[in-house]
């Protein structure tokens, strides 16, 4: 395992959970994947991924990279109507964020399925390591700072959300990505570096992880949970039927 500062800390974190077992929510992408292969070297892992109607690329890709791992991989199955269900209640863990929501929905019946009690998610990781298409659009000078906000806010927001829904089924929910220490490190490097492979996204993740993930992973194009599953063609569609 390289000494690399990103994997160290978020090893450390992980380590710090006390529960020999642990679950991850995963989608083949390279956080959880990262998350997985770091967690199975001190606990008993078990991945759960959502399987919305064997549609979107995440099921794929969750499977073929469990299977690589070596890990148990439970498929959390999710119809059109358990969505529209569930879309209430994760408005309202978002506090009226639409987009929030559309994450939240399937993530209720996962974190409800979860066996185990401790329950690991990459939050985080887009902010860290600019994971989303806006990120590319801020100025130079402005990026650091815009960053370090979107990450602080996580605590109030998508972290709080998946705390309280864990509580609510009675499990921790752990963030092992949510560290200042990470966020230190990464603004240590230019801008251009943190800002670099704009079509695949999270450079710097991408090259800790080298020889660590398996390759088809790590070189993986990075898509949205909601989108990976296609849950978000649900509530489009859902909406263009209310007009």
Known sequence: MPDNPIIRIVKENIDRIEAPEVAISFSG???????????????????????????????????????????????????????????????????????????????????????????LFGAGTEELFMGYDRHYSFPKEELKQRLKEEFEALERNEIRALRELCESEGKRAHFPYYDKRLLEYVHSFPEEVIAKD??????????????????FVRTRKKKALQYGTKVVEVFRKARRAQR
């Open 29 to 119: 992408g390279i956080d959880s994947t990262l998350l997985a292969v770091l967690a199975r070297q001190s606990k008993k892992v078990t991945l759960y991924t959502i399987n919305f109607e064997e549609r979107g690329e995440d099921i794929h890709y969750a499977r073929k990279a469990a299977q690589e791992l070596g890990l148990p991989l439970v498929e959390v199955k999710i119809t059109r109507e358990e969505l529209e269900k569930n879309f209430p209640k994760a408005l309202e863990l978002a506090k009226g964020d639409v987009v929030k929501a559309h994450v939240l929905a399937p993530l209720i019946k996962l974190v409800k399925e979860v066996k185990e009690k401790d329950l």
């Open 198 to 215: 704009k079509e695949r996204k999270k450079h710097l993740l991408r090259e800790s992880a080298k020889g660590i993930v398996p390759e």
